[in-house]
């Protein structure tokens, strides 16, 4: 089982719908926790980062982190065209010097106009 | 905060010669580096972790020397592919981290292209 499991889609939504994308893991160790944005041909932009379960809004995007589940979402409301790229989770164990980032696979949205 | 510059975006090289790639922390002192590599539909995999001012630690598979990082001051660190092949053509990516970064950001990829 890897680590960190997520649905690479692709998933096409029309324009305006809500997007929710997931990831699961496995070791309880990791609690930090990353969502990205990856545009082709582009490094990850960092959209949420969390660290407790439950849920933390920033606009149209929400994270939400259920930890005893191992379980992490982002939402995305009233999607746009703009908003078709690859997402990534990605997560790390607290304490020091354990800065490693370990993703999922990422997911590629369409938003369809 | 936590403003990366990476270049180049791209390169195209002659498979036997070196490229060196540079990842610039703008506004924060990078003490640690990451550098990743992803291939097309595939995520990131780490390929090796500095800290300034000592040797890169890399992860299996990667090699060495092939893969030459310098981490010499807290806002540069250079990753050089020498004798390039065509295999090494893929994205590659720096994250710095350190005081006053917020997150784990990235800089904007290098694509490398061997012929």
């Known amino acids: 089982q890897k680590e960190v499991e997520q649905d690479p889609g692709p998933l096409s939504v029309p324009e305006g719908a809500i997007v929710s994308l997931n990831c699961t893991y496995s070791?309880?160790?990791?609690?930090?926790f990353m969502w990205y944005r990856q545009y082709s041909r582009k490094g990850p932009e960092l959209l949420m980062y969390t660290y407790s379960s439950g849920n933390k809004e920033d606009g149209r995007f929400t994270a939400q982190v259920d930890k005893s589940s191992k379980y992490i979402s982002l939402f995305i409301r009233d999607s746009q065209p703009s908003d078709s790229a690859t997402y990534l989770c990605?997560?790390?164990?607290?304490?020091?010097?354990?800065?490693?980032?370990?993703f999922g696979k990422g997911t590629k949205l369409s938003v369809i106009p | 905060g936590a403003v990366v510059s990476q270049h180049p975006s791209w390169v195209i090289c002659k498979s036997g010669t070196s490229v060196k790639i540079e990842c610039r922390s703008l506004d924060f002192q990078a003490t640690t580096m990451f550098w990743y590599r992803q291939f097309p539909k595939q995520s990131l995999m780490l390929m090796a972790t500095?800290?300034?001012?000592?040797?890169?630690?890399?992860e299996q598979g990667v090699e060495k020397d092939k893969f030459l990082i310098n981490h010499a001051s807290l806002t540069l660190s250079t990753l050089t592919v020498t004798s390039a092949h065509p295999e090494d053509s893929s994205f590659y990516i720096c994250s710095p981290h350190g005081t006053g970064a917020y997150g784990y950001t990235f800089g904007s990829g290098t694509r490398l292209t061997v012929v």
């Open positions: 070791n309880s160790a990791f609690q930090y």
């Open positions: 990605a997560m790390t164990a607290s304490g020091a010097g354990s800065y490693q980032l370990t």
């Open positions: 500095s800290n300034e001012g000592s040797k890169a630690t890399y």
